[in-house]
């Protein structure tokens, strides 16, 4: 793993484990977090900071070698999004933005044609443009001709913790969309995330997971191990399935009993 170096948009990672910044009991854990995931990007949501504040601003708790990656959270329109990620460029967060555009309140499910539009929009104004979607091979196409740097799909609904419920849909975005796939949404054990990887995903993004758990630092190193085996065994490619068994050993070869042996 130390030789496979993930690289988008033009920066190099060491992991590809993605964190948030979200639902932890407080701020302060944050620099642990980063430190025992040994992630190297983070998200977080542009509402929930506030650059006047002296004190519990969650930007101070981000460490500086981080990749910061702003969120749109909070956005009904491509409107929205496309406003707040130009707040987030103004106030020196930097150009990597992920897309989140969300008018369902019940299921929290993003709009793939709000998305697009402001991925087209915003690449155009030299944002490396993260959307997180639902694992549409269409909506996935046109984020690709929009110009993104990266598609995000959901395992399954936001902050559900139910794993990867959209398996062979992503499977599809995998195999077909020449960009890196990083499942973001309803992980919720270190297993599902292995399970992404295994499949050929280039990252998982986790937050909710991590940080309901009830040791978040432990969570973290389970996490950045599972993302680490996920990757090894894609890496590896698994042995071919079958219907029948197969032995191990050679069914010949046997010692009988008039051998002298008991």
């Known amino acids: 793993m130390q030789d496979d170096i993930f690289e988008i948009s033009g920066k190099k990672l060491s992991s590809r484990l993605f964190i948030g910044t979200g639902k932890y009991a407080s701020d302060h854990m944050i620099p ?73 309140n019940k299921y929290l499910l993003p709009d793939g044609y709000q998305t697009a539009k402001a991925t087209e929009i915003l690449t155009k104004e030299g944002f490396a443009v993260f959307p997180y979607i639902n694992p549409d091979l269409y909506v996935a196409r046109d984020l690709v001709n929009a110009g993104a740097v990266a598609i995000m799909p959901l395992g399954a609904p936001i902050g559900s913790n139910r794993g990867i419920r959209t398996e062979e849909m992503i499977n599809i ?7 890196p796939i990083i499942v973001d949404a309803g992980i919720g054990k270190p297993s599902h995330a292995c399970q992404a990887m295994e499949a050929g995903a280039d990252a998982c993004l986790v937050n909710t997971a991590i940080a309901t758990s009830e040791n978040p630092i432990l969570m973290c190193k389970a996490f950045a191990d599972a993302i680490r085996a996920g990757r090894n065994a894609f890496l590896a490619k698994a042995g071919a399935t079958s219907q029948l068994a197969s032995a191990s050993s050679p069914l010949t070869g046997f010692i009988h009993n008039d051998e002298g042996l008991q």
């Open 173 to 179: 975005l995998i195999d077909d969309i020449d960009l």
């Open 32 to 104: 642990e977090v980063c430190k025992s995931t040994g992630a190297c990007v983070i998200t977080v949501a542009l509402r929930r900071v506030d650059f006047n504040a002296i004190t519990d601003n969650v930007m101070k708790h981000i460490p500086s070698h981080m990749q910061l990656m702003p969120n749109t959270s909070g956005a009904r329109t491509s409107d929205e999004a496309i406003r707040i990620a130009r707040l987030a460029r103004a106030t020196g967060c930097g150009n990597w933005i992920k897309i989140e555009v969300i008018t369902d």
